[in-house]
């Protein structure tokens, strides 16, 4: 079984990660259980890029148990953790991703993974998907499907649909409720949280926290920040998603004006060159700056560079950009995902229900004939994940009785 990890040796470290992951994941378990005797995905080829921590293992050996041959590669340089490769490789997943690998590194490992020759393809962030449909399209015909777990790459799926260039269909696990109203919202809130503190040890309350941003994720981590005592200032592009923040409490203001007020600056949008040269001119000495966003896009590091006179690393995970005027600003985890870069990503608990998702998806995927597109997950799925997971913490919920349900659908008083 061909793999390109750092070191196998480190595999007993990846199996107690992978077993404390494998204990609070109930629903993970429970659809495992469920799926066991009849191996929906025997017979499939399964291509990931995936974020490689413990909750990820968890899910790639779910679907190898369910009949898939699995091939994974990191789905960002810094997510990857390097023991739970080596215990997967000795479980039987072909993984192809090390620690801080190059860009050139990564990207030929995304060619070993397709290479596989998928069935399925389960991305976080479209870069399977955009490679199979560029430099790798003699593996498109194979491909029956795949899934999406995240909002930046299902916004790179879109596009793909827009120019009519998707060949496949893609279910976007993103977009369920059973998704982004936890994963997004209180998984990027508790996680973005962990990366910042692990990596700094400094304080929150009372800090001006600035969130770029104000989708699901931002939402999130604005009302962990301030749970926590921090000011909260929103920086916003939509006049909707601007005044939620309004109504949420915080500052909203743009980020011209916010750069000069944050200590501490978080991106969420997606985009790129969110905050950029003219920012960083107007900021505080020791700010913060982190990213939240798929890409390490959104905070402009050749920009920070340019008005840098030196740069150094002040503590694991923390990069130290001193201006000319001697200003000091610290990027964290270079600007890759902070909370994967410089923590484990998302609770386990919440990754339980996104990778619940993904494995439904996989399932859906093989089993169904679908047309090439971006598809919703089946809401009946959506619906008993969550089910499921209300299930494992010993809730009950109220139905509706005939009447109610008969009154619910008719126009009449
Ligand atoms: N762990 C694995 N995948 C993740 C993701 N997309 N976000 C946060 N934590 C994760």
Redesign the pocket.
Known sequence: MDSRIADPALAPSGDRKIEWAWSAMPVLRHLEERYRRNRPLAGTVLSAC??L?A??ACLLLVLKELGASVFASG?NPL?TQDDVCAALVRRGVSVFSRHGMDMAEYEGNLRRTLSAGPTIVVD?GADLVAMLHSEMRDELPRVRGGSE??TSGVKRLRAMEREGVLAFPVIAVNDAKSKYLF?NRY??GQ?VLDGLLRTTNLLIAGKTVVVVGYGWCGRGFAMRASGMGARVAVVEVDPHRAFEAVMDGYDVLPMAEAAGRGDIFLTFTGNTRVIRREHFERMKDGVLLGNAG?FDVEICKSDLQGLSSSVEESRPGVTTYTLADGRRMHLLGEGR?V??ACA???PIE??DL??ALQLEAAIYVANNAMEPGLHDVPPEIDRAVVEAKLASLGLVIDRMTEEQEAYMRSWRE
Do not use: A, Q, V, Y
């Open positions: 995936l974020h921590e909750k990820t789905s997510s976080d777990e995240t994963d998984g990027t996680s798929h995902l909370n994967l484990d990503g998302h919440i990754m996104s990778f």
